[in-house]
Each structure stands twice: as structure tokens, then as C-alpha cells.
């Protein structure tokens, strides 16, 4: 069985502070790792994700995540925060043998608010 | 396109009702799936499909009745509502292509209160 841990159900960082969020992950094969965001009052948007291959991954509006499997961990960065960022951010896996990208284990997410 | 779109928005439910979360995509994706979202939470599948006329359940299934008569659409059923099943419902799409990582998109959502 999968699972995913997010440190730090809260986050706080000054505008143009680097933004470093938590996530390690458990599974018995290498996994599909995924770091979703949620606005308020909407759905989740796709961030990034990693696959296979090179394990520092880019994504959308300046977030990168690297994959570190002798730590277990998909930590998701950005180098200045912006306050466009402030949402809740959520980490997945996915098995690779059971399926691709389906049936996601979510972890319980992070809420990062950007102080000015 | 209009994406992933639920219906309705917010909706309010006595113990014992049923109702049913409407769900339609417009981008012929094969997969569709219905999470929860529950606070400390995070999100927890509750039945997924992988085409029409084939559905499986999640993590979560109990109070829940699926089915997928076309591609466009999946429903979620509430048989009996129980305020246990207060929540945020999402649903969620993407091309199915057996093991390739596609992305997928998700609703809205759609808050309900049982009360």
C-alpha cells in the first residue's frame, strides 16, 4: 500500500522567500510522484510530476521538485514567492503497475499563505 | 472546451435523502474518477471508471453507487445520506492509456452539508 506525508499541514513565508514543501512518500515500487495546488473555491491544477528519468522536475509558475529516492521525498521548491502562490498544495503517488496517473494517494495537504 | 464540470455547487441533504452529484467531461477522456475532500484529510478515491459501462470502487466506496452508461458522463449516487458524508466531492478525468502517466483535470466540486 501507498502513502504520502506532508510536513507542515501550514506554511508561512515572507514575499520573495524561497518556498520549501514537504512531501515523503511510502510504496513498495518506485512510484509516479505528483504535486497538485488548489485555489480556493476550486478544483486541483496539475503542477508537476515525475515519471521516470532525470529527477528534478519543472513545472508550472516557477515550482521544480526533485525526487530523491534514497529519501523517499518529492519536496516541491520555489526560489521567490509570490503572492499569487498563497493556496493549498497537495502531494500524490500513483503505482506505477496498477495504473498510470490513476488512482492517486493524496497526502493531506499544505496550506501556504505568503506574508507581504 | 468546458473541462470537467459538476453540478450543483453546493447542495444541502437530511439524513436519508438521496440525491445524485452530476459530472460531465468534454474532452472524450476514457478515465473518469470521483474523490472527497475531507479536512487533515486530503483527498480519497471513492470509484473510478476506465471507460463506459465499467466502473471499480476506491478507497472509500461505501454510500456511494457509480455508473458510466457514456464517456461523457459519471454520476455519483447518494442511496441513503448519512452526515458522515459531508464533504467536498471532486471529480476528476484524463485519458486512459493503460500505464502512460496522463495528466489529469479535475471540477470544481461540489460542497455538500448533511444534516
Known amino acids: 500500500a501507498q502513502s504520502v506525508t506532508q510536513l507542515g499541514s501550514h506554511v508561512s513565508v515572507s514575499e520573495g522567500a524561497l518556498v520549501l514543501l514537504r512531501c515523503n512518500y511510502s510504496?513498495?515500487?518506485?512510484?509516479?510522484l505528483f504535486w497538485y495546488v488548489q485555489y480556493p473555491n476550486q478544483g486541483l491544477q496539475l503542477l508537476l510530476k515525475?515519471?521516470?528519468?532525470?529527477?528534478l522536475v519543472k513545472g508550472i509558475n516557477g515550482f521544480e521538485a526533485e525526487f530523491k529516492k534514497s529519501e523517499t521525498s518529492f519536496h516541491l521548491t520555489k526560489p521567490s514567492a509570490h503572492m499569487s502562490d498563497a493556496a493549498e498544495y497537495f502531494c500524490?503517488?500513483?503505482?506505477?503497475?496498477?495504473?498510470?496517473?490513476?488512482?492517486?494517494?493524496f497526502g493531506t495537504g499544505t496550506r501556504l499563505t505568503i506574508i507581504p | 472546451n468546458a473541462g470537467v464540470t459538476q453540478t450543483p455547487k453546493f447542495q444541502v441533504l437530511k439524513t436519508g435523502q438521496s440525491m445524485t452529484l452530476q459530472c460531465a467531461q468534454d474532452?472524450?477522456?476514457?478515465?473518469m474518477s470521483w474523490y472527497r475532500q475531507d479536512p487533515g484529510m486530503g483527498l480519497r478515491l471513492i470509484h473510478y471508471?476506465?471507460?463506459?459501462?465499467?466502473?471499480d470502487q476506491g478507497e472509500v466506496p461505501n454510500g456511494y453507487n457509480v455508473s458510466r452508461s457514456t464517456t461523457e458522463d459519471f454520476p455519483l449516487r447518494l442511496l441513503s445520506a448519512a452526515p458522515s458524508q459531508t464533504s467536498v466531492y471532486f471529480c476528476?478525468?484524463?485519458?486512459?492509456?493503460?500505464?502512460?502517466?496522463?495528466?489529469?483535470?479535475f471540477g470544481p466540486g461540489t460542497r455538500l452539508l448533511v444534516l
Open positions: 474532452m472524450n477522456h476514457e478515465y
Open positions: 471508471s476506465v471507460g463506459a459501462g465499467i466502473t
Open positions: 510504496s513498495s515500487v518506485p512510484p509516479y
Open positions: 515525475y515519471t521516470t528519468g532525470a529527477t
Open positions: 476528476a478525468s484524463s485519458p486512459y492509456s493503460g500505464g502512460a502517466v496522463e495528466t489529469q483535470y
Open positions: 500524490a503517488v500513483s503505482d506505477p503497475v496498477a495504473g498510470g496517473n490513476e488512482k492517486l494517494t
